[in-house]
């Protein structure tokens, strides 16, 4: 299956710090869903871009949908030890007969107080 | 509440067992998917099913089997043929075969000794 390059692998900031990461493929897709996902549990939704170019928020999280259609960037702003966890982007070409989801390898976040 | 319901959160089997894991959802979505996760790798999709009665392979299907009898529910059993079963396995659904956003149990720890 198709995998998605994300970066960085890992990050360790201090509390207050911002955060950016980003996700690219070879492909291109219609739609970028990021999610995070805290230890031992299933992965949560943050946002979901539909369009080229589209800048979406969600509270201290901003992401972006490349102009190219093949990457995603998201930025964290002021950090907070609650947002440790393992951020995950997936593309997706909507409409298609399949739906599904292509995976990046995950951003593992460590936030130091 | 709506939402997505995996059962039991830990599992524990002898290797050469198959095991059945359990995925329940009440958001009337019609496309239901498993992945599985590995440490350090991100989410590869083992099977998924976009009707009742119909499901398709993934990436990763060798030594896994689905059934799906029912909108609500879509079972994934782990045979003996696979090698490696020890891992944290997930289920997600959707609203459609056309996209929409893609929404994850809290997952399942499967251990094999």
């Known amino acids: 299956g198709q995998q998605l390059n994300q970066s960085p692998q890992s990050m360790f900031i201090q509390e207050g710090e911002d955060v950016s990461m980003n996700c690219t493929s070879s492909?291109?897709?219609?739609?970028w869903l990021w999610y995070k996902q805290d230890p031992g549990e299933g992965p949560v939704l943050l946002i979901a871009l539909y369009k080229a170019g589209e800048l979406t928020s969600n509270g201290r999280l901003t992401a972006q949908f490349g102009i190219t259609r093949k990457d995603s960037f998201l930025n964290i702003s002021a950090s907070i030890p609650s947002d440790v966890g393992i951020y995950f982007c997936?593309?997706?070409?909507?409409?298609?007969?399949?739906?599904?989801?292509?995976f990046g390898r995950g951003t593992q976040l460590t936030v130091w107080p | 509440d709506g939402g997505i319901t995996q059962s039991p959160k830990y599992l524990f089997r002898k290797e050469g067992q198959n095991v059945t894991l359990s995925c329940e959802q009440n958001?009337?979505?019609?496309?239901m998917y498993w992945y599985r996760q590995d440490p350090g790798q991100g989410l590869r999709l083992i099977y998924y099913?976009?009707?009742?009665?119909?499901?398709q392979k993934g990436d990763i299907a060798e030594g896994y089997s689905v059934s799906r009898e029912k909108k609500e529910s879509f079972p994934l059993t782990v045979t003996s043929a696979q090698k490696n079963p020890t891992a944290f396995y997930l289920c997600?659904?959707?609203?459609?075969?056309?996209?929409?956003?893609?929404?994850f149990g809290p997952g399942t720890r499967l251990t094999v000794t």
């Open positions: 997600a659904s959707q609203l459609d075969r056309g996209g929409y956003e893609q929404y």
């Open positions: 492909s291109i897709f219609n739609t």
């Open positions: 958001l009337n979505h019609d496309a």
């Open positions: 997936a593309g997706q070409n909507r409409g298609s007969t399949l739906g599904r989801l292509y």
């Open positions: 099913s976009q009707i009742v009665n119909d499901f």
